[in-house]
């Protein structure tokens, strides 16, 4: 029997926990040493599917305004505002947690979540998130776009390691095995 697709996230934040500024800029984190040292490629070749927020797809078209940068990967965007998407990514306007149960029985390999806190907290909550992947940047940028809203949902993982890549640290957490619940 094969085994259950996990839900992962992968993603950076400065030390005061933002994912980005206010406007969505990354600046604060391009050209952090050590951006590049990383084990994206790893992680990325470890997932087939990603589920993406509509404002982070958004940023992620006027990234790479010329290439969809996730074109081989199946790619999911969850909003209830868009209209259309780019060729090969679908939109889902279905209850999420309901979608992402039924993914993760789906035959495949990982999922990654890409996006901020309003895509990742009711997954959280819902105990579906299986792994963070998260990297630090040295910067305190005061205000911006949290990770982590506040919310008055608890949720326990346990540390499996830590690794330094010059100036960025990257903590791999895992659920609890009794918080999967689901």
């Known amino acids: 029997m094969s085994e259950k697709r996990k839900l992962l996230f992968y993603g950076a934040m400065s030390i005061d926990g933002y994912l980005a500024r206010e406007d969505h800029r990354l600046d604060w984190l391009i050209g952090t040493e050590g951006e590049e040292e990383t084990r994206y490629e790893a992680f990325y070749a470890s997932v087939d599917t990603l589920i993406m927020g509509r404002k ?27 209209q259309d998407s780019h060729q090969g990514t679908h939109i889902i306007r279905e209850d999420l947690l309901t ?31 299986d792994e963070l992947f998260l990297q630090i940047a040295p910067v305190m940028i005061g205000k911006g776009i949290p990770l982590f809203p506040p919310t008055n949902q608890e ?24 918080r999967k619940d689901h």
């Open 56 to 82: 982070t797809y958004e940023q992620v078209l006027k990234l790479s305004p010329d290439e969809f940068p996730y074109e081989e990967k199946t790619c999911y965007i969850v909003s209830s505002t868009l």
């Open 99 to 129: 979608f992402i149960k039924n993914l993760k029985n789906e035959k495949g390999q990982h999922i990654w979540i890409v996006g901020g806190g309003e895509l990742l907290q009711p997954l959280l909550k819902a105990s579906l998130v």
């Open 155 to 178: 949720s326990r993982f346990s540390l499996q390691e830590v690794q330094q890549y010059q100036q960025i640290a990257e903590m791999h957490f895992v659920l609890k095995e009794d």
